[in-house]
Nanobody
Framework: QVQLVESGGGLVRAGDSLRLSCAAS????????MGWFRQAPGKERELVAA????????YYVDSVKGRFTISRDNAKNTVYLQMNSLKPEDTAVYYC?????????????????WGQGTQVTVSS
């Protein structure tokens, strides 16, 4: 089994920054892609950013390009989401997810394990 634990969420003002972390443990293996999803009230869960197994390839949804950065430290089995210039519309529960494959995928159902989520609230 694999466990994912997110941290770093909170309440901030528009324009502020936050860094989310997701620590993976258990039988992760060494070759897996990771993604950060978010879900706002009444909306579908969407992929915000993803990173392949070695960090050589990343994906961002258009609404966060230039503001968010995904990275990973494989020695620590941890993935990060640096969020800058936060906006009220970034308010959501953020989930990290792991897929048992090297490359990035966009669809939610292609991820095998999920964290419990961390709340990010951005006030105007």
């Amino acid at each position: 089994q694999v466990q994912l634990v997110e941290s770093g969420g909170g309440l901030v003002r528009a324009g502020d920054s936050l860094r989310l972390s997701c620590a993976a443990s258990g039988r992760t293996g060494s070759l897996y892609a990771m993604g950060w999803f978010r879900q706002a009230p009444g909306k579908e869960r969407e992929l915000v950013a993803a990173i392949n197994w070695n960090g050589g390839s990343t994906y961002y949804v258009d609404s966060v390009k230039g503001r968010f950065t995904i990275s990973r430290d494989n020695a620590k089995n941890t993935v990060y989401l640096q969020m800058n210039s936060l906006k009220p519309e970034d308010t959501a529960v953020y989930y990290c997810a792991l897929r048992g494959g090297r490359q990035i995928r966009i669809r939610r159902d292609e991820y095998d394990y999920w964290g419990q989520g961390t709340q990010v609230t951005v006030s105007s």
